[in-house]
């Protein structure tokens, strides 16, 4: 009689990227993870939920209407897309390139980033110096949470922040299956790309001792050095900031330290 096959075990990974993104949105990086043979563990702290409603639309419009419009993220962008169209007069700011891609993808051709992806690179950009924000209206299409710190600054500078917060971070429990396999990982190495200081508190505190232990020994290469401070804070012993923020630059960052 012939020996019935036996199905293949799969090899497990020799590494795994844990995924801080919020939930439905770690396809990119997984992909970016899947070319290198490593395995993706997803730990999403919360998910994204666009507002549709009057005063969400009333906000944006008014924040479109400002000379200058700031937009802080990707989601950002989708969710004030789903409620207008984006494309004005003004000139239109990205925090990053991430952001800026999507703005273009949205229409507006005039969209503009820093060179250095973050807060602090934006508020370096001559659109939003004291000199050219004095005085006039800025729109600030965003989320509640963060750090404020664009908001807080362009006040100081002497503008009339006009915030749309077009989206909000419902937050979740963290998946169970997705704890168990961080702690069934052994002793592989782990590969943190962080670009949320929030998501990284939210989920050290969410796990149990043993999973944050765990996590803490990831290599983190994080989207800003203030971001991989707070991982040194926080007790990661290996981290540094790459040279930009996209999940595939992250990931080849991580994929070089020794």
Request: hydrophobic share 50%; charged share 15%; net charge positive.
């Given at each position: 009689?012939?020996?019935?096959?036996?199905?293949?075990?799969?090899?497990?990974?020799?590494?795994?990227?844990?995924?801080?993104?919020?939930?439905?949105?770690?396809?990119?990086?997984?992909?970016?993870?899947?070319?290198?043979?490593?395995?993706?563990?997803?730990?999403?702290?919360?998910?994204?939920?666009?507002?549709?409603?009057?005063?969400?639309?009333?906000?944006?419009?008014?924040?479109?209407?400002?000379?200058?419009?700031?937009?802080?993220?990707?989601?950002?962008?989708?969710?004030?897309?789903a409620l207008m169209p984006l494309?004005?007069?003004?000139?239109?700011?990205?925090?990053?390139?991430?952001?800026?891609?999507?703005?273009?993808?949205?229409?507006?051709?005039?969209?503009?980033?820093?060179?250095?992806?973050?807060?602090?690179?934006?508020?370096?950009?001559?659109?939003?110096?004291?000199?050219?924000?004095?005085?006039?209206?800025?729109?600030?299409?965003?989320?509640?949470?963060?750090?404020?710190?664009?908001?807080?600054?362009?006040?100081?500078?002497?503008?009339?922040?006009?915030?749309?917060?077009?989206?909000?971070?419902?937050?979740?429990?963290?998946?169970?299956?997705?704890?168990?396999?961080?702690?069934?990982?052994?002793?592989?190495?782990?590969?943190?790309?962080?670009?949320?200081?929030?998501?990284?508190?939210?989920?050290?505190?969410?796990?149990?001792?043993?999973?944050?232990?765990?996590?803490r020994s990831a290599r983190v290469?994080?989207?800003?050095?203030?971001?991989?401070?707070?991982?040194?804070?926080?007790?990661?012993?290996?981290?540094?900031?790459?040279?930009?923020?996209?999940?595939?630059?992250?990931?080849?960052?991580?994929?070089?330290?020794?």
């Amino acid at each position: 009689m012939p020996h019935a096959s036996v199905p293949a075990v799969p090899e497990r990974p020799a590494s795994y990227v844990i995924s801080l993104r919020p939930a439905g949105e770690h396809a990119t990086l997984e992909r970016a993870a899947a070319a290198h043979g490593l395995g993706l563990i997803a730990l999403s702290p919360w998910r994204i939920v666009h507002r549709d409603d009057p005063a969400a639309r009333t906000a944006l419009a008014a924040a479109l209407d400002a000379p200058v419009t700031i937009f802080t993220s990707p989601p950002a962008v989708a969710a004030a897309a789903a409620l207008m169209p984006l494309a004005g007069a003004g000139a239109r700011l990205a925090v990053g390139a991430g952001t800026c891609a999507a703005l273009r993808a949205a229409g507006v051709a005039n969209a503009a980033a820093p060179e250095r992806q973050d807060s602090e690179g934006l508020l370096a950009m001559p659109q939003v110096d004291a000199a050219a924000v004095r005085g006039r209206i800025v729109g600030l299409v965003t989320a509640p949470g963060g750090r404020g710190q664009i908001a807080a600054e362009l006040v100081a500078r002497g503008a009339r922040v006009v915030r749309a917060d077009v989206y909000v971070r419902d937050p979740l429990p963290l998946d169970t299956a997705a704890i168990a396999q961080l702690l069934d990982t052994g002793d592989a190495p782990l590969l943190l790309p962080l670009t949320s200081g929030e998501a990284l508190q939210r989920v050290l505190e969410a796990l149990p001792g043993p999973a944050a232990r765990r996590l803490r020994s990831a290599r983190v290469v994080a989207a800003s050095e203030r971001l991989a401070d707070l991982a040194r804070a926080s007790g990661f012993a290996h981290a540094r900031a790459a040279h930009s923020p996209q999940p595939e630059a992250l990931l080849a960052a991580a994929m070089a330290l020794p």
